[in-house]
């Protein structure tokens, strides 16, 4: 339902009054927006007849401000549509030239090599200039009174392009020479792809290295064929002797030295023998491995030491106690997963300092035999044991006197600095290493250890051994080799040498001292660089040349070019 309502008079009086104000307003609005039209048309007037027409050196009348973006909007409101549009080319211009200007200015400054781009900054700034400053372009686009002619707007941006094109191409160009950012940037990615290439020669190198130093040379296989055809043609000359009794006085000096190499060998006790004060005294037990005792043998009894040192050699099959059951690497030498282990280890690290580690002769069972000298020779007390590539220049008879202080190995100490302590050999990540073992405790050298063989078997260090050597079977309780195990093994049983005793690094080391090596008694050729093959350091091979047997007619015959 609808219900019609009649206004009171009351209420009809309100409306009129709403109604009149209304209209107040309205006629205010419309009075305010009229004084407002009049002023903008009197400001354009103003504006336009002072505004003055484009100078040559118009970059300086265009709007840089707050005011003057006023004023260039009032501008846009002229007449001339082309007007702004000239405005903005003027200003990629002006630009540009200001950029130009400052790249010459920083070049001059410093002083650098360059002045062919000086040149080019400096006659594309004349460009610049002299565009602006055409008579034609003055006449018809910044001083015309009438209208902007478009054909030569045209013109003259398409100049403008062109050499805003070319500006472009050449601070491009010449960035790297000036901006310290890029400069630096270029920098460090030169020195990361130079230190990746350095990175890749080393490890290029040491492989090269490794495989030089671990190929058998020539020689050497000639050597060994000749000894054993020696044999095969008189083997009435090489029958099996008796054991001397000489191999088992604990009175006299013994020396134990284990290798497959024939001519190392043969260096090592010629040396000691030239070198000692009574060399009948001196009793060498030399094991190898079945497929060299033969040339062994042969060399020995051939070439017989001077004054009547004794020289026994050995198969490493000599020795029944050797086997799978009591020895935990022969285990792994037999188990097949041996393979697997190796490629892991091959693959686990590729930094090229690593890489002697990696080397499979060292899980070979000669390696390995300096854990069981004792049970090897039962009977002596004391043993010293000698590398294949050292050369021995004075007397070690004083070695045999050294109070050991109830240690087991006595030993040359190698650490300086924060290098060859027991955390480069141990991996301390692990919870077994972490607990037994101290980090920074020094390492030593192997290649020429006293050993006190009754302080061994009280010690029980063989089967300390046997106990790290099975928790080592996956590979991640120390690196490959044998000096690891034996930094455990004798870890607070061994006894620090003078220095003097054994001098390192001949095999990798050109910067070693001459005086520090003539006063050494024993030097080591430690390292790729062995004595016997090309790649040896010339300044070293002499000391172990000299003590090669050249006189023996198979040396002669295998053309060792000693």
């Given amino acids: 339902m609808v219900v019609a309502v009649r206004a009171t008079r009351g209420i009809g009086g309100s409306t009129g009054f709403n109604a009149g104000l209304r209209n107040f307003f309205s006629n205010r609005i419309l009075v305010s927006a009229m004084f407002t039209l009049l002023f903008l048309a009197t400001l354009s007037v103003l504006l336009t007849t002072t505004h003055p027409p484009f100078p040559p050196n118009y970059s300086q009348s265009l709007p840089s401000s707050g005011n003057d973006y006023v004023q260039q909007t009032f501008l846009a409101l002229n007449s001339d549509p082309l007007q702004t549009r000239l405005d903005l080319i003027y200003k990629q211009a002006s630009d540009h030239m200001t950029l130009v200007n400052t ?120 050597l060994a064929m000749r000894l054993v055809g020696e044999r095969i043609s008189h083997p009435e000359k090489y029958r099996e002797e008796e054991p001397k009794l000489g191999f088992e006085d604990p009175s006299l000096y013994h020396y134990a030295i284990f290798s497959d190499n024939v001519i190392a060998v043969s260096v090592v006790v010629r040396s000691v023998v030239k070198n000692a004060d009574e060399p009948w005294k001196h009793v060498f037990h030399i094991v190898t491995d079945r497929m060299n005792v033969a040339a062994m043998k042969v060399w020995f009894r051939m070439r017989p030491m001077e004054g009547g040192a004794h020289v026994e050699v050995k198969s490493v099959e000599d020795f029944s106690f050797l086997n799978s059951s009591y020895a935990p690497v022969l285990r792994q030498l037999e188990n097949l997963k041996l393979q697997k282990f190796q490629n892991k280890a091959e693959n686990a690290t590729r930094d090229a300092s690593s890489i002697k580690f990696r080397n499979p002769n060292n899980l070979s069972m000669l390696s390995h035999l300096r854990f069981y000298l004792p049970e090897m020779y039962p009977r002596l007390h004391k043993i010293l044991f000698l590398d294949d590539d050292v050369v021995v220049q004075k007397d070690l008879t004083g070695l045999w006197r050294i109070d050991l202080n109830g240690k087991v190995n006595g030993a040359v100490e190698t650490c300086f600095g924060s290098f060859h302590r027991y955390a480069q050999y141990l991996n301390f990540s692990h919870s077994l290493i972490k607990e037994r073992f101290n980090p920074r405790a020094c390492a030593w050298a192997y290649g020429m250890n006293v050993f006190d063989l009754d302080a061994w078997r009280r010690e029980k260090c063989t089967e300390e051994y046997h106990y790290w050597q099975s928790l080592a079977e996956d590979g991640n309780l120390w690196k490959l080799g044998t000096l690891a195990p034996g930094l455990i093994t004798f870890y607070s049983t061994t006894k620090s040498l003078d220095k003097s005793w054994h001098v390192l690094g001949l095999g990798y080391n050109p910067s070693i001292s001459m005086d520090e090596i003539n006063n050494a008694a024993v030097i080591h050729y430690n390292g790729n660089m062995k004595p016997w093959l090309d790649i040896a350091m010339n300044q070293y091979k002499n000391l172990w040349t000299k003590y090669v047997d050249n006189d023996m007619e198979f040396v002669q015959m295998c053309n060792f070019g000693l």
């Fill in 103 to 222: 790249y010459e200015a920083y070049a001059r400054k410093l002083k650098f090599d360059i002045s062919r781009q000086l040149r080019m900054f400096d006659d594309l700034a004349k460009n610049f200039s002299e565009l602006t400053t055409k008579p034609n372009y003055i006449s018809s686009l910044f001083e015309s009174e009438g209208a902007v002619n478009e054909d030569d707007l045209r013109q003259f941006e398409r100049e403008v392009k062109e050499r805003v094109k070319i500006a472009r191409l050449m601070i491009a160009e010449s960035k790297e020479s000036y901006d310290n950012q890029i400069k630096i940037q270029k920098l460090k990615d030169t020195i990361f792809a130079v230190n990746e290439l350095l990175i890749k020669a080393r490890k290029n190198g040491a492989f090269a290295s490794l495989i030089s130093a671990k190929s058998i040379p020539k020689s050497l296989h000639c």
